[in-house]
């Protein structure tokens, strides 16, 4: 009979909410929902994992909370997303935002010396409980602290914020100028890597782990249409063509389309402008670039699949990393070139490619030698 229960006896109970009480509860889940849509609106994509931090964020509240009970984790490639989603959270749950980036900071001293500064900022007030096990302990207030690029913080730094995950006993100890505990309890912890593999096992297992995958064609076009609600949505997918589906370099593109028809000739057409801009970047209306012609070519020549280290090398790369992680994503989501057991390949519509792209660049020679 006990596995027919429905969620509601046991909601109440996890939301410490008495049955008098229970009658309001559907008002107010409803104005969280509100407050949600507002804080996430125009963020696009990756639905699952918003869909996962809008639940923890409406339980956190019907809890009465005002912070998230874990330590967030947001994984994926630049430009996913990750800086944004954490200023929404923490917009959401209406307190400041402390931004640290992974390369600035080496020790604790240094991170407890920025949240001091970013307290000091929001003109907010610690509260000194004194010395707890002989140790002068300060309670930070409510705040977000968000540390980017975490995989690059030290190795020292990543075990000594274990401590900060524990859920029972959110603290860290700072040696200097004095020695004293700091006491995350209030605290907000979101990191964000987009290379999960640097980062400390140990802190992985214990962060929750919020994933942000690539964006696709379409996804992009509509953060720019969103955000430059006048270049048509077809030149806003030229844009995310150009940009490689990368959110930050497809609002830059389209800074710079603004720009151009700031000071265009009035009878352009905006779809010229776009052309134009695109290509000053220095790449194809598609978003290849000379490199990628590169090693497309090498593919081409190969005639059979290549592996990783030999296609780093003949492209004299500085790491593996560059390749799997920026240059080749957009290829392959293309149909450009594959990954088979067997290695890299250059595909069938490929190859099409660059014969489009040896016709145009004879065109263009044609055309340069006529003017
Ligand atoms: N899903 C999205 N919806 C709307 N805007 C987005 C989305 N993803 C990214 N952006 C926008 O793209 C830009 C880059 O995003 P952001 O800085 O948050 O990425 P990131 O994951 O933090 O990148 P990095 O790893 O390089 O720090 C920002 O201007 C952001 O507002
Ligand atoms: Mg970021």
Redesign the pocket.
Known sequence: MSKQKTVQSVQLSLLNITEEAASALTDVKASIDVALDAAFD?????EGSVNRLRTMLKAAKLRGDIKLSRVLM?S????????????RVARFLGLPFLSVDGTSVKTREQLASMINDAIEGHKLQPENLGKVGGVLTIKLPPMVIFI??FHLVSVPLQEALLTVTDTNNRTMLVERPQRHRLAADNVTFIL?T?MESKVTNALLTRCDKIE?RR?GRD?VAQ?VH??HPHIFIELCQMIADASRYT??EA?QIAVNVNDAIAVADPDQTIDDVVREVIRSRGSYLNGITQRDVGLMRILNESRKPMSLTSLVGALHLNSANELTEVIEPYLIYRRWVQISSKGREITREGIEMLRQIDTFEREREQQGKKL
């Open positions: 125009g963020f696009v994509g990756n947001f994926g490639p630049a430009s996913t997303g990750k800086t944004e989603l954490a200023g980017d690029e964000a987009t942000l964006y996804e953060i969103q955000a959110p930050r609002l």
